[in-house]
């Protein structure tokens, strides 16, 4: 056999076929890029230069040419993973094992197959020409990321959230690589039509826009006060960042301006609202349109599961609406605190796919005081990560802050997170709207 192919056509002289070596190296090119945000990109090519290997098998030539029933074609590069990929091997192996059924448990628990017995499982012989049409990275290329800072007391966390990471750079690479192989055969246009929005481009019709606010009157001039002093420190170190502002103080929009401010400060991708409720995912929604005016429709994603495409839409917009709400490939994402949390614990492809994305960004905790009670632990630990190891900046944004930090006793708490706001206790006399008194 002379090719080997990755996917078919129902062209039956094969001349149209994707073949397996362009699909992988694709993969692994689009996967590197996707982990660049967190210095793993060594890392990621390997997972997509080997994610497919099971295909380079008489067995799966065969399947393609309708001649053999469906069968696993992950497992070998998961195995090989381990035997050439060193101490990472491991993740990578749960990662490529996973790209089509999910990640596996480690052991035999549950009902899905474990990791541990899909390598173990009898698969067809893989033909050596791999070796000569793909160049893998060198073990010694493929340690922890550059840079990574591990902690003891929470070390397996930490293996599981890059697994994970790993996971959603390979299978939003794999989609993505494959869906432009298809759109190409099928006479269809790019997955994009035209460039997204800048940052730059979304603060300046912000500005714009917060230009027309009149600051008559104490409360408005609080609120512009407010805004001033946030925007003032955005130029502080990526991190943790909690904004105390009271109801009426306008910490909507402040968080907005310093999530744009503090991106464009030090080259972060996009911002992501985080938000506890869908009523208040859609209404944040249509002011963060509204105060991007003409840019609104294309620079804003709602993802949340109430959500309901406008039919008035032209078909390639809803399209292209689609596509990002699977990776979050937008510069402004409004979504839940469910959607947000569950996809970081989920194991399916499609849940995990925009992971990725996040890494490199300013994320907006509204509300933080609603996180879940029985779920805070690994809620924290998650904030608390992203921070330290995927260049991200969280802000936990609410009138009443939560006690998630480890000096006010919460156990392996958050540290370092800086106060935006100005004086919050003077912030609340000055709001303050009602004064209650109990009578004797």
């Known amino acids: 056999m002379s090719d080997f192919y990755a996917h078919s056509t129902d062209s039956p002289d094969q001349s149209d076929w994707q073949l397996l070596a362009e699909h992988l190296a694709g993969t692994g090119r689009l996967a590197a890029a ?5 210095c793993a990109s060594t890392i990621a090519l390997a997972a997509g ?3 497919d290997l099971g295909k380079y098998t008489h067995e799966f030539q065969s399947r393609l040419r309708g001649e053999f029933p469906k069968m696993d074609h992950a497992t070998w590069g998961a195995r090989v993973a381990i035997e050439r990929c060193g101490a990472i091997g491991q993740l990578l192996a749960y990662a490529i094992a996973g790209h089509h059924a999910g990640l596996a448990n480690g052991r035999g628990e549950g009902a899905r197959t ?13 033909l050596p020409v791999w070796e000569r049409e793909l160049t893998l990275p060198q073990a010694d290329e493929l340690g922890l990321p550059a840079g ?6 929470r070390g397996a966390f930490q293996l599981a959230l890059l697994t994970r990471m790993l996971f959603a750079c390979l299978v939003d690479a794999d989609f993505i690589d494959t869906d432009e192989f298809y759109r190409r055969i099928e006479g269809r246009g790019p997955r994009r039509g035209g460039e997204l929005p800048s940052l730059t481009e979304l603060r300046a019709r912000l500005d714009a826009r917060l230009s027309r606010f009149k600051a008559d009157g104490e409360v408005n001039q609080l609120r512009a006060d407010i805004l001033s002093h946030v925007r003032s420190q955005a130029g502080v170190t990526p991190g943790l960042f909690s904004l105390t502002v009271p109801t009426g103080g306008g910490k909507t929009l402040a968080s907005l301006a310093f999530a744009l401010d503090h991106a464009i400060a030090h080259g972060l991708r996009r911002v992501i609202f985080v938000i506890p409720f869908t009523s208040i995912v859609e209404q944040n929604a249509q002011v963060f349109r509204e105060a991007f005016g003409d840019l609104g429709e294309d620079a804003v994603l709602e993802h949340h599961s109430a959500f309901i495409e406008d039919p008035k839409h032209a078909f390639q917009s809803r399209e292209k609406r689609r596509l990002a709400m699977e990776n979050w490939d937008a510069p402004l994402v409004v979504t839940t605190a469910v959607q947000f949390f569950e996809s970081f614990f989920a194991d399916r492809p499609s849940r995990c796919r925009k992971l990725h994305n996040v890494a490199s960004s300013v994320v907006i905790l509204d ?24 260049a991200s900046s969280i802000v936990l944004c609410t009138a009443t802050q939560p006690a998630l930090n480890a000096d006010q006793g919460f156990l392996d708490g958050l540290k370092g997170v800086r106060e935006l706001a100005p004086n919050p206790p003077a912030l609340y006399r000055q709001l303050r709207r009602v004064n209650v008194r109990r009578r004797p």
């Open 114 to 126: 474990s990791l541990k017995d899909r390598l173990s499982s009898e698969l067809p012989e893989l």
């Open 367 to 390: 509300e933080a005081q609603t996180l879940p009670l029985k779920l805070l632990r690994p809620c924290v630990a998650l904030i608390d990560e992203l921070a330290l190891n995927y």
């Open 148 to 153: 990574f800072q591990a902690c003891r007391e």
């Open 34 to 38: 996707n982990a660049e945000a967190f």
């Open 49 to 51: 230069l080997l994610h």
